[in-house]
């Protein structure tokens, strides 16, 4: 009898959990991310700062975004060419990273990585989707 209603208790607190993460929308931030500082045209060594952002993006990103971009939800993939938040501009992806997506469960960067670390990450996103790698904007 004492199993049944921990068996229970389990069930309606992990419902209640589930439900509390799929329907409660954090309100997102209302501070947008400076990107006129970052000059995108001026960058030297891509190459470098692509392989530097695939370091970081495999330590920080792949648990959701997938290997090389390709997530098992479609929302979450990047190696595409289609951009759920934003235009898919390196200034909008350094944003989405900095700042993030509360309202989609994912926690900005900003206060966790360098700002060159923000940039390289954002040019390897850029890359993982096939478009045209060293926009220059």
């Keep these: 009898m004492v ?11 992990s419902s209640f959990f589930v439900y509390m993460m ?3 929308v954090p309100k997102a931030s209302t501070m947008p991310v400076d990107t006129s500082l970052v ?3 001026d ?20 648990k959701c975004h997938g290997f090389e971009g390709r ?9 595409d060419t289609l951009w759920f938040n934003g235009d898919g501009s390196l200034s909008m992806i350094y944003s989405v990273i900095s700042e993030g997506l509360p309202s989609k469960n994912m926690f900005g ?3 966790k990585l360098r700002r060159d670390d923000l940039i390289n990450l954002s040019l390897y996103v850029k890359h993982l989707s096939g478009e045209s790698e060293y926009v220059r904007e």
Excluded: M, V
């Excluded at 960058?43 to 792949?62: A, P, V």
């Excluded at 997530?71 to 190696?79: D, I, M």
């Design 109 to 111: 960067w900003k206060k």
């Design 22 to 24: 799929l329907f409660f």
């Design 39 to 41: 000059h995108w045209a």
């Design 43 to 62: 960058l030297d060594d891509i190459d470098s700062r692509r392989r530097s952002g695939e370091e970081q993006y495999h330590l920080r990103c792949k």
């Design 3 to 13: 199993k049944l209603i921990i068996l229970i208790s389990f069930c309606l607190f």
């Design 71 to 79: 997530a098992s939800r479609k929302p979450l993939t990047l190696n």
